[in-house]
Every structure is written in structure tokens, then in C-alpha cells.
């Protein structure tokens, strides 16, 4: 079946530590994003990709990394510099080729990550 | 800048009507999408409207007018399985969803 996989599902950090969040899909979709979810704060998009090596960022960007180096693979790095990490995080991914903004938003399960 | 703007909370009585309101400001408009999530689940599409008008999908409809900036999405026949959290989101560059906050609708027997 076609989806997309976040592991792991919780994660558990301490303070200071760098973190990398994974994200794969077996859709073929062009375009994938993270979004980050807070109680109360809807969805906010952190990063995103249209096509492989070619990454922009979204709204809440400081403090997160990513990389695009292969269609299904869409990474994300918690840095220590990101003052409040601990958040629900969910990746997605969408369309084929570059009139794909009309296609729906597939998401995954989402990583639940705590820092302490 | 852009904001959306959604009730919080919404109760409605299993077997009602329930419309849930969806006010946008943005520099650019592609289209307006709703999406569910059961809580720690992951958001599903329901719908999406590019043009004014309604889309209809089973028991769910959602509207929009572009020139008031506003959509709802109905959901008619309630279940106890609707109570869930409810987004509105907005296309405004073609490249990324902008999303409300949510609206969180509880279902009552």
C-alpha cells in the first residue's frame, strides 16, 4: 500500500541535542512537507520541497534543518537552536510535477517529539 | 501576511446539521481545503473549493465564496465517529497549504 511513514512515532530528547525526524514515501509525489502542531495552533509549516535538492522554508523555519537528496526521502533536523521543540509533528507530501497545488495533502502518522 | 479564522469548538447532537465557518485573509488565492483529525491522528482531505459554489461528497459539503472569503464545510447526518478536529486551509502561492487553527467538534448522543 502506498503511504507515508514517520518513525518514530514518539521520541524523547534531551535539551540541547540534535534531532533528526524521518519522513519516507512511496507515493512518487514531487512536493513533501513538515508541519509542526501545538494544542490550539492548527499547522504550522516549518519547511518544504517541490522537487529533490530543492528545499524552501515555511513559516517557522528557524531551528529546523532539512535535506531532499532522494523523491521519497524528506528529513527533518531538530536543532538545539530551536528554543521549543517539543511538538507534534507531522510530514506530508502531495501531487506530481508542478501543478500538483490542487492535489490533496497526504499526511503521515506523525512523530510526537519531547525534550526535556 | 494571511490569517484564517475558525470557530475553536463546535458541540452539535448526533443526527443534526453542524456548519463550520472559515473567514481568510491572503495575498493569493488558489483554493480552500478542509481537513479532519481524530485526536493524535494524522489530517485526511475532505474536500476542496476553488470556485464559488458548493462540492458535495457523501455527507459532507463545502462551500466557498472568493468574494467574501469565506467557506463552510457542512456536515449533515452527524455521527459520533465526526467528533474530530476540523481545518480549514488556504492555497495562497501554489506551492503550500496555510491552515486555521482547527476547530474541535464534539458529537453528542
Known amino acids: 500500500d502506498?503511504?507515508?511513514?514517520?518513525?518514530?512515532k514518539y521520541l524523547f530528547r534531551k535539551e540541547g541535542q540534535n534531532v533528526t525526524l524521518s519522513c519516507e514515501q512511496n507515493l512518487n509525489h514531487d512536493a513533501m512537507y513538515w508541519y509542526r502542531q501545538d494544542p490550539g495552533q492548527g499547522l504550522r509549516l516549518i519547511y518544504y520541497s517541490q522537487i529533490v535538492n530543492d528545499f524552501q522554508k515555511g513559516?517557522?523555519?528557524?531551528g529546523y534543518s532539512v535535506s531532499r537528496e532522494k523523491k521519497e526521502s524528506f528529513p527533518l533536523t531538530v536543532t538545539s537552536a530551536q528554543k521549543n521543540p517539543t511538538a507534534f509533528y507531522l510530514c506530508a507530501s502531495r501531487g506530481q510535477g508542478v501543478s500538483s497545488?490542487?492535489?490533496p495533502l497526504h499526511f503521515g502518522n506523525g512523530t510526537r517529539l519531547t525534550v526535556t | 501576511g494571511q490569517s484564517l479564522e475558525q470557530?475553536?469548538?463546535?458541540?452539535?447532537?448526533?443526527?443534526?446539521i453542524v456548519q463550520i465557518n472559515c473567514t481568510y485573509q491572503t495575498?493569493?488565492?488558489?483554493g480552500l481545503s478542509w481537513y479532519q483529525q481524530h485526536d493524535g491522528g494524522a489530517p485526511t482531505f475532505l474536500s476542496y473549493n476553488a470556485l464559488d459554489g458548493l462540492e458535495e461528497t457523501g455527507r459532507f459539503?463545502?462551500?466557498?465564496?472568493?468574494s467574501d472569503?469565506?467557506?463552510y464545510l457542512l456536515l449533515q447526518e452527524l455521527q459520533m465517529k465526526d467528533?474530530?478536529?476540523y481545518f480549514c486551509a488556504v492555497e495562497d502561492s501554489g506551492y503550500a497549504l496555510n491552515f486555521g487553527k482547527g476547530t474541535s467538534l464534539l458529537v453528542t448522543p
Do not use: K, M
Open chain 2, 83 to 85: 467528533s474530530a478536529s
Open chain 1, 2 to 8: 502506498g503511504g507515508i511513514t514517520q518513525s518514530p
Open chain 2, 61 to 66: 459539503s463545502s462551500f466557498l465564496s472568493r
Open chain 2, 7 to 16: 470557530p475553536s469548538e463546535v458541540t452539535a447532537v448526533e443526527g443534526a
Open chain 2, 27 to 30: 495575498s493569493g488565492f488558489y
Open chain 1, 59 to 62: 513559516d517557522i523555519a528557524e
Open chain 2, 69 to 71: 472569503s469565506y467557506g
Open chain 1, 101 to 103: 497545488y490542487n492535489s
